[in-house]
């Protein structure tokens, strides 16, 4: 059993004591402030109350929230960098405090279950929380501007953690995992309702500067998993199932006019044509939609794809040879000089978390932020990752586990190359989702001895 009982037993007397409590002390808070706070503050006492008592339920929700929650706010206090504040932020916190709140109560000695990537991500806090510290100390940043950042960075472990330590079956795998296509599925049907719009495709709920590299990313990542759902079915319903929701998540991808996105999908496809044994389908498949793309790809895609090298002249182009890179491709590799520039001040320990300016990159800013010590944990942490789910797909023991763990690996790769030209392991609507599946392919092998019998039911066959 990976988890005890979901819930926990209050005794009588605890119950009465909170149910008359509770209200009398939210009454006196919410008496003195706006409605809209008394609003958010009675959801989070809610939300809060319910992970003391369901944390399954509340799992759930962030499941649902990860790409179709509002953004809260934006704090204008982080300087050039504002932070935003969305609601899964402060999910993830309620529920966070809730479960912490829930082990000491049940003296639960494994807060944090062992796994293989404890000591890597503990590295890794580690290092970005000394870098921030020291940069704090000798006032290169601003506290509270590098506080807020840390914090988004360190959630998704919490997640991680969460997630990991409340698993309890096979079951619980395969339902957070349907929660999640189901997810992708409502968010692929919002997105493709913005494409006669024009513009653009981005996540919804993305207030009015929504990011389509993120969407793009996140899209990638469901594709993956997705792909490895399709490539172990054995059964023409399975496969219809999964080559209509490729369909439905492949068109928005398309809009997002996001060409890390785009190599990054083309990275799922090199892991499958290296881990499937029939090689020829995806061969096939590959060559028959290059040689049909001029009929199918819409003008935008196209148009973006040529715009990269043929842009007309325009100020802060980078030419290489004869050849002019477009302004985005070029703000990129800008991206790269000025992280590295700015880590050259500091090789060690980096400038701290937000001690230095933005950079849309994920491999210079961990180098930037953080130095050599940070980038070390980091590839610590990613080769720790590939070795985990390598490990679990070689000794899968039936197909579900097959699945999940070659279209994760697919998917964890697609992510390694798009954090070329963005911060994708930085970004919440990326990050969550990733850590999320990452608990539950770490989950697979402790749980082998304790299948379900509904394993073998629904998402796929065992």
Partial sequence: MIAALDRVPLPPVALGLTALLAPVLAAFVVAGL??????????????LVIGLLHIKLTIYL??????????????????DRPVTIRFEDILLILVGVAWIVRAVYRKDAGLFRKSPLNRPIVAYSATAVLATLASGWSHDIDWLRALLFLAKYLEYFVLYFLVLNNLRDRDDIRNYLIAAFVTCAIVSVMCISQIPGGGRVTAPFEGEDGEPNTLGGYLVFMLALASGFYFTATRTRERVMWLSFAALATLPL????????????????????????????????????????P????????????????????PGQIQVGRTRLDTSLSARIRSWQYGLSGWTQKPLIGHGVAGYGFMDAQY?????????????????????IWRMARYRLHHAKDRFASALSLGYLAA??????????????????IMEPFWLVTALVVALEQNESTKSEGASKGLIRA
């Fill in 364 to 384: 210079v800013r961990v180098l930037t932020e953080t130095g050599l010590l940070g980038l070390a944990a980091f590839v610590w942490l990613a080769i720790s």
């Fill in 34 to 47: 706006p409605v809209s706070n008394s609003v958010l503050l009675a959801t989070a006492l809610v939300i």
């Fill in 254 to 293: 398309m809009y997002t006019l996001s060409r890390s996105s785009w190599l990054a999908g083309t990275i799922v496809g090199v892991v499958l044509l290296w881990r499937i044994p029939r090689k020829g389908q995806l061969l096939a498949a590959g060559a028959m939609a290059v040689a049909l793309s």
């Fill in 62 to 79: 962030i499941i649902f929230s990860m790409l179709l929650s509002p953004e809260l706010g934006v704090g204008a206090i982080a300087g």
């Fill in 412 to 429: 964890f790769s697609a992510l390694l190359v798009h954090g070329i030209g963005a911060n994708t392991f930085i970004i919440v609507r």
């Fill in 295 to 314: 009929l199918f790809l819409p003008e935008e895609v196209v148009h973006r794809l040529e715009y990269t090298f043929g842009q007309p002249p325009e």
